[in-house]
């Protein structure tokens, strides 16, 4: 081993011979920053980021036009199963990744937005608002079958639950269901649309989806009088949502850096908003800190346990 001395001093050098090559051009590829972007990047994952996902990759290539990207679904635990095997190069999820399931310290979790969450009924039915105990009731127990019930017409209940592979399902079953398990129409295929369009096609059913599906095929259903609004999510009386996490394994290919950087830029995060998300730097969180708000980056590491002791 050499004596700290020499280190510090072959490691100045190595600093001096770098910044010279950069100075002078000597050097290919340091300091080149005009190297148009090229390759292809492979997505997929949650269904409830490709919305997001899907229309900031079409963005990203109007400016690199040497770039392909491809996004597809299939469900959180997909995009983190696909990433963590190197199948994919992005793999997207509504949760986070569990450790003991990918120890891999190359499988990096980047935060690009957060996700509202909302409860949906067939257009027939004109229930605006379940209690908490009411969801559960409907989901879980199976006490409440039919919708007069709960203030709406003589009609059965049909419940719509999302495939094991789901995100959406897994926050649905932890932060409303208080980790009880599911009952009711079980969907094959992870697919917010499918959610979307099998709740619009079933008399009486009720469903759960990501905001940015929303559409005026189905009745919105608030949770204990509360949407999914940002002021609620901000204020803690709305709990049913996520952070969107986009995995890589690693960060050492420059295309998929320079479109992580994207997602987190001013474009990428004012299509965000309009499409119902809430962006990344917007992420305050009153019930946190009982000091007040915190930024995103301060309060990640405490999400779980915090959320989970409220849960």
């Not at 949760?95 to 009924?121: E, K, Q």
């Not at 269901?177 to 917010?192: A, E, H, I, P, V």
């Not at 096609?201 to 189905?218: E, H, R």
């Amino acid at each position: 081993m050499r004596p700290r001395a020499a280190r510090r001093s072959a490691g100045a050098i190595v600093v001096l011979l770098a910044l010279c090559c950069a100075l002078l051009g000597g050097c290919a590829g340091l300091g080149d920053t005009t190297q148009p972007l090229s390759g292809h990047l492979s997505i997929d994952g949650s269904t409830a980021l490709q919305p997001l996902a899907t229309k900031a990759a079409v963005l990203f290539t109007q400016h690199n036009p040497q770039v392909r990207i491809d996004v597809s679904g299939g469900g959180s635990l997909k995009g983190v199963s696909d990433a963590n095997a190197g199948k994919v190069d992005i793999g997207d999820s509504d949760v986070y990744a569990d450790p003991a399931l990918y120890p891999d310290p190359n499988l990096t979790d980047h935060l690009v937005a957060v996700v509202p969450f909302t409860m949906i009924t067939n257009l027939d039915v004109n229930v605006k608002s379940l209690s908490q105990a009411q969801i559960i009731a409907i989901y879980s127990t199976g006490q409440i079958r039919d919708w007069k019930d709960v203030g709406g017409p003589d009609m059965p209940i049909v419940p719509v639950v999302r495939p094991m592979t789901s995100g959406t399902r897994a926050t649905f079953r932890k932060y409303v269901l208080g980790g009880r398990d599911q009952k009711g129409t079980l969907l094959q295929s992870d697919s917010s649309q499918t959610v979307l369009q099998t709740v619009a096609q079933t008399p009486g059913a009720i469903g759960y989806l990501a905001l940015s599906y929303l559409d005026s095929m189905v009745n919105q259903v608030a949770i204990d009088n509360k949407l999914p609004t940002p002021q609620n999510i901000h204020a803690g009386s709305y709990a049913f949502w996520s952070f969107e996490h986009m995995y890589t394994l690693g960060d050492a290919n420059p295309l998929i850096e320079a479109f992580l950087n994207f997602m987190v830029g001013s474009e990428a995060q004012q299509l965000a908003s309009q499409l119902g998300y809430i962006p990344i730097a917007d992420a305050q969180i009153a019930f946190f800190q009982p000091t007040g708000v915190v930024p995103a980056s301060a309060f990640v590491r405490r999400e779980s346990e915090v959320r989970d002791a409220a849960a």
